[in-house]
């Protein structure tokens, strides 16, 4: 592996750990929104729709662990890689390329999840 593969490694990671962080603060200011919501103007015909985004919101917290943790160890893998030479190269970018599809996923269904959240509530109005 390549120098400049390499470093190119490492910069996604550092990008994924900086999207990761960001997506867990939007989750948290979703959640919060969602707590504002029932204070000041939960109706019962709201309740079940709050309730069913809090689940999902809940679920994108496991979703952001695991993929923080994929990372994690996708970094340790390229570490070994670079430092003892035990993994062979080949398995490395495999790996490396299913994840960034995964990231890519992720970005795209947690915005767009973020969207129908904030038209949802916007419409209830």
Do not use: C, G, P
């Not at 960034?100 to 949802?120: A, D, G, V, W």
Request: glycine residues 0%.
């Amino acid at each position: 592996m390549n120098e400049f593969s390499i470093k190119q490694y490492w910069f996604e990671f550092e990008t994924w750990r900086r999207l990761l962080e960001n997506i867990q603060n939007e989750n948290v200011y979703l959640k919060n929104r969602l707590a504002q919501i029932i204070k000041e103007e939960a109706t019962n015909e709201l309740l079940d729709d709050i309730e069913h985004y809090h689940n999902i919101l809940l679920i994108e917290d496991s979703n952001i662990a695991l993929l923080r943790n994929d990372v994690a160890s996708q970094e340790n893998w390229l570490r070994r890689e670079v430092f003892e030479e035990n993994a062979t190269i080949k398995e490395i970018m495999k790996s490396h390329k299913k994840l960034r599809k995964e990231m890519e996923l992720f970005e795209q269904k947690f915005n767009k999840l973020k969207f129908e959240f904030n038209t949802f509530f916007s419409e209830k109005r």
